[in-house]
T-cell receptor, first 116, second 114 residues
């Protein structure tokens, strides 16, 4: 299994540009999420999805869109990039184990985004 | 609301030193507690976990005990190695066994010198 994969690893954008960060997992996990990691602020949840066709907002959703057309993929779209979106972005997934409880979260390697 | 507080870093130790990273939490229910580790340039990975009071999680020589009376989950290792240099995150899941939404500490950076 490749686990959770993310592309690209690095990206530089100009203010106002749009782009999509890709995330895929091959573990058949129901739950997927996007975090951003900023110095001194830890991990903050942007959006999450509990299954194909279902998404919801996290703590800091403004400026980002998501969709979940398949179990495997959960792309994050920046509609009009701003310098405040300069960050490291992590995708994570988790699936159900025994008794229907969710297990640990698995993280991708991250995308380092700079917005000029 | 629920929260996690970790000791601030960076923490710098010599190889074979004893490590403690403090983590305390506030929660209204019966949370599960986790330590995740992030090695340079990588994503986070689960280091250990505990799902109920007095449980001890352990992995790779690291240990942490879920202390409900002190609302703590301190990470310890008896003898650190250079390869332990990383950022360590304490986290809680408000509902034990349902680890979708995690509440994170800010992370503690550890540097181990040879």
């Amino acid at each position: 299994n490749a686990g959770v994969t993310q592309t690209p690893k690095f990206q530089v954008l100009k203010t106002g540009q749009s782009m999509t960060l890709q995330c895929a997992q091959d573990m058949n996990h129901e739950y997927m999420s996007w975090y951003r990691q900023d110095p001194g602020m830890g991990l903050r949840l942007i959006h999450y999805s509990v299954g194909a066709g279902i998404t919801d907002q996290g703590e800091v959703p403004n400026g980002y869109n998501v969709s979940r057309s398949t179990t495997e993929d959960f792309p994050l779209r920046l509609l009009s990039a701003a310098p405040s979106q300069t960050s490291v972005y992590f995708c994570a997934s988790t699936g159900r184990g025994g008794r229907g409880h969710y297990n640990e979260q698995f993280f991708g390697p991250g995308t380092r985004l700079t917005v000029l | 609301g629920d929260s996690v507080t970790q000791m601030e870093g960076p923490v710098t130790l010599s190889e074979e030193a004893f490590l403690t990273i403090n983590c305390t939490y506030t929660a209204t229910g019966y949370p599960s507690l986790f330590w995740y580790v992030q090695y340079p340039g990588e994503g986070l990975q689960l280091l250990l976990k505990a799902t109920k009071a007095d449980d001890k999680g352990s992995n790779k020589g690291f240990e942490a005990t879920y202390r409900k009376e002190t609302t703590s989950f301190h990470l310890e290792k008896g003898s650190v190695q250079v390869s332990d240099s990383a950022v360590y995150f304490c986290a809680l899941s408000p509902n034990a066994g349902n680890n979708r939404k995690l509440i994170w500490g800010l992370g503690t950076s550890l540097a181990v010198n040879p």
